[in-house]
C-alpha cells in the first residue's frame, strides 16, 4: 500500500480517511481501551468468581482460549479485507449483501448500547465505589457532572482522529497495565498460602462452578478486542497488523486478568470466596490491605477515570463503521462526511454520540422514577447490556459463518479446513452455549425487556431491509482496501 501523506485533502482532492496513521502497537492499545485493564479489580472478576469460586483463574483462561477461537475469524479475514465497513465487509465477503447490511445495522445498534451502558454504570458506581473505599458520603447524583465530562472528553477526542485517541489510550493503558501487575504481585506475595489450587477443578466449587463462571463472567471479560476492525483503512498495513494486534491483545490482556485474577483469589483466601463477588470492588480491598489507603484510592481513581478509554474506542469503531454505511448507501450520504482536517466522519459522530446519551438519559429517568436511582439505574444498565450482549454474540456467529461459506470462492483447502470451518464452528458453538445458559437459567423482569428489545429491533432491521432491498440487493462495498469484490446481486 502507497504511503499517503498526512495533509489535508486539497479542493479537488476526495477527502478520505487517513491512511497509515497508526501500526500494529497503537492498535493494540486501541484495543485495549476497550477492554480497560484496571476493571479486573473491579467487574471484570465478580460476574465469574461468582460462579467459579477459589478456580476463578481457570475460568478466565478458558475465557481467553474462546476469545482466542472467535478472534480467529478476525484474523483470517484482516489478511484479505480492510474496510472502514468492519465486520459487516467480512459478511458481505462470505454471505452476500443482505447478511452484510443486517450485520451493519446491528452493529450500529450494538455500538449505540454499549456507549450508553458504559455512561449508566459509571453514573451508578461512581459515587459507590468512592464512598466504599474512602468512607464518604457522596450522593448518587455527584457521578452525573463527572459522567458528562467524561463524554465530553471522548468526544473531542474522537473528533480530533485517531492519532490523538491512540496516545491517549497507550498512556492509559500503559498505567493500568503497571498498576494492575504491581499491586497483584504485593498481594500475592502477602497471600496466606500460595499453590496452583486456583488453575484447577479440585477446588470448590469444581468443572460445573467453573464452567458457569466462564459463561456467565470470564468470556465477557474480553469482550472489545475487535473494536479495531473498522480501522481498516486508517492501519499501516492493516492486511498484517490488525489481525496481529488481536492475537496479541489477547495473549497480553489475557495474561493480565489471569494473573490478577489468581493474586486476588489467594489474596482473599479460597475458602472465603463465597463473600468475595458480593465486595464488589475486591482488588481496591486487597490493595487496601495489603498496600495502604492509597493504593485503594488509585484502583478507584483509575477505575472511575478509564470510563474514558472504553468510550473512545467504542465512538471511533462505531463512527467508521456508520462512515462505510454512508459511503455504501446504507445510510444517508450525510453519514460520510469526514471533516477535511481532522478526516473523522462527524456527522456519524455527532448523531451517533447523541443518540447513546439520549438512551441513556431516557431509560436511565424512566428507571429511576419507577425504582430509585440505585435500583432504578442498575437495572437501566443490566437492560442495556443484556441487549447489547446478544447483539455483539450474534455480529460474531455471522462473521464465523461468514468465514466458512467464504471457502465456496476458493474451494475447500485441505489447509483451510481448520482455520475456516473447525475453529468457526467451535467458537460459534461456544456463543450458542452461552445465549442457550443465559435463556435456561431463566431472566426476571425488567431485565427481560433487554432481551425482547433485541428481538424488536432485530425485526426492525429485517423490515428496513426488506423495504430498501433494491439497494441492498445492488450493495457494492467501496473498494477501501477489498480483494474480493462483493457480487452483484444474490439468489
Known sequence: MNHVPLRMATASEPVTLRANTVGTFGLLFQAMGQEAPIAIFAGSITGAAAYALGATPLAFILGMLASLLAANTIYQYAKKVANAGGYYAYVADGMGSYSAAFTAYMYIIYQVLNIAFIILIYLWTFSLSINVILSTNLPGWAGIPFVALESLAVFITVYLGLRPSVRVLTVF???????????????????????????????PPGAGGVFLGFVTGSYFAYAGYGSIVPLGEEARAPKKTIGKAVVILLLIIGAIYIYAAYAQVVGWGIPNMASFAGSG???????????GLWAAALVIILYNL??????????????????????????????????????????????????????????????????????????????????????????????????????????????????????????????????????????????????????????????????????????????????????????
Open 173 to 203: 493503558g500503559l498505567v493500568e497495565s503497571a498498576v494492575v501487575i504491581a499491586f497483584s504481585t504485593v498481594i500475592i506475595a502477602h497471600a496466606p498460602v500460595n499453590s496452583l489450587a486456583p488453575f484447577t477443578f479440585t477446588v
Open 306 to 491: 478509564v470510563m474514558f478509554t472504553p468510550l473512545v474506542a467504542m465512538a471511533t469503531g462505531l463512527s467508521r463503521t456508520a462512515y462505510a454505511m454512508g459511503r455504501d448507501g446504507l445510510l444517508p450520504k450525510a453519514f460520510a462526511h469526514l471533516h477535511p482536517r481532522h478526516r473523522t466522519p462527524t456527522t456519524a459522530l455527532w448523531i451517533f454520540a447523541l443518540a447513546a446519551s439520549v438512551l441513556a438519559i431516557l431509560v436511565a429517568t424512566v428507571f429511576d422514577l419507577l425504582y430509585g436511582f440505585v435500583n432504578g439505574v442498575f437495572d437501566a444498565w443490566l437492560i442495556l447490556l443484556t441487549a447489547s450482549t446478544l447483539a455483539t454474540l450474534t455480529i460474531h456467529i455471522l462473521a464465523n459463518t461468514a468465514l466458512t461459506a467464504s471457502l465456496r470462492k476458493t474451494g475447500v483447502r485441505a489447509s483451510a479446513i481448520f482455520t475456516h470451518v473447525v475453529v468457526p464452528l467451535l467458537s460459534s458453538a461456544v456463543i450458542i452455549a452461552v445465549i442457550y445458559y443465559a435463556v435456561q437459567s431463566g431472566i426476571a423482569y425488567p431485565i427481560l425487556l433487554g432481551p425482547l428489545g433485541f428481538v424488536g429491533v432485530s425485526l426492525a432491521i429485517i423490515l428496513i431491509i426488506a423495504a430498501r432491498r433494491k439497494v441492498v440487493r445492488n450493495l457494492r462495498l467501496a473498494p477501501g482496501l477489498r480483494e474480493t469484490p462483493l457480487p452483484a446481486s444474490e439468489p
Open 281 to 291: 470492588l475486591p482488588g481496591a480491598f486487597l490493595a487496601q490491605q495489603d498496600i
